[in-house]
């Protein structure tokens, strides 16, 4: 009986694709694109990948976004061509909310909350 609890256990954390992940993002919650493994699973290492998705940033502050996290919370800084693959997912699943001003534009890759 204590065994099986204990081996149940295990099973739920053990993640064999993702074990240092803290709170595993699951990328079928976020719009689908390019990129979107990579960044789930890189940017929800730390926070919760929610906390981008509710971003809504022009390319150039994802980018900036991304220096931050390495001067100021020790993300380890990306080969450039997985930061690409990333920044470019994240300027196309989360551009700026208010899009050139147009009343019920709605993003057609708006995360569904
Ligand atoms: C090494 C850990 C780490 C990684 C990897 C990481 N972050 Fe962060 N991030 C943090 C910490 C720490 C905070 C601040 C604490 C918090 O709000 O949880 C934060 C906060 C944020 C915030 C919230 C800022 C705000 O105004 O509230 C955003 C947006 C963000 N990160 C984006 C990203 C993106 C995009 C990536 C992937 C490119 C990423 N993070 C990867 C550690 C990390």
């Known amino acids: ?7 149940l256990g295990v099973g ?15 990328p079928a919650d976020y719009p689908a694109a390019p990129g ?8 929800g290492a730390c926070h919760s990948f929610r ?9 150039l502050q994802w980018d900036e976004t991304m220096k931050w996290m390495v001067q100021r919370h020790n993300m380890p800084e990306l080969h450039p061509q997985d930061h690409d693959i990333i920044l470019d997912y994240l ?6 909310k208010a899009s050139g001003g147009r009343p019920g534009w709605t ?6 909350q």
């Open 107 to 112: 993003n057609p890759f708006a995360p569904h």
């Open 36 to 43: 979107r493994e990579e960044a789930v699973a890189f940017c």
């Open 51 to 59: 906390l981008v998705a509710a971003q809504g940033l022009t390319r």
């Open 91 to 96: 300027e196309r699943a989360f551009p700026p």
């Open 12 to 26: 739920l954390f053990a993640s064999p694709a993702s074990a240092q992940v803290v709170a595993p993002s699951d």
């Open 1 to 7: 009986m204590r065994l099986s609890v204990l081996l």
